[in-house]
């Protein structure tokens, strides 16, 4: 049983920072793509940033590039996403995700199996 659970979300004035933490398993880490996805109020569930198992490849949505890092610690299997200059339009329920890497693009969110329950981003 695959178990995604994120924390680190709330609320922050524009300008500042977040740390968003996903807690995963070794194997997934080790074996999936992860990433983080967000949903705004009436928007489609959008992707932010990806990380693959083989090189450390990552990808950005442009809206975040140069703002938001995607990290992850082996050693205490979590994903994490640190974002930083943070807008208004950044407000979101964040979501941790998992899926194969060789399925589907990663912006796709039909790409990824596993889903963590979500993590609220205010942003004013």
């Known amino acids: 049983h695959v178990q995604l659970v994120e924390s680190g979300g709330g609320s922050v004035q524009a300008g500042g920072s977040l740390r968003l933490s996903c807690a995963a398993s070794?194997?997934?880490?080790?074996?999936?793509?992860v990433g983080w996805f967000r949903q705004a109020p009436g928007k489609e569930r959008e992707g932010v940033a990806t990380?693959?198992?083989?090189?450390?490849?990552?990808y950005y949505a442009d809206s975040v590039q140069g703002r938001f890092t995607i990290l992850q610690d082996n050693a205490k299997a979590t994903l994490y996403l640190q974002m930083n200059s943070l807008k208004s339009e950044d407000t979101a329920v964040y979501y941790c995700?998992?899926?194969?890497?060789?399925?589907?693009?990663?912006?796709?969110?039909?790409?990824?199996?596993?889903w963590g329950q979500g993590t609220q981003v205010t942003v004013s």
């Open positions: 990380i693959y198992p083989t090189g450390n490849d990552t």
């Open positions: 070794a194997s997934i880490l080790r074996h999936r793509k």
């Open positions: 995700a998992a899926g194969w890497p060789s399925t589907g693009s990663w912006l796709s969110w039909l790409s990824y199996t596993y």
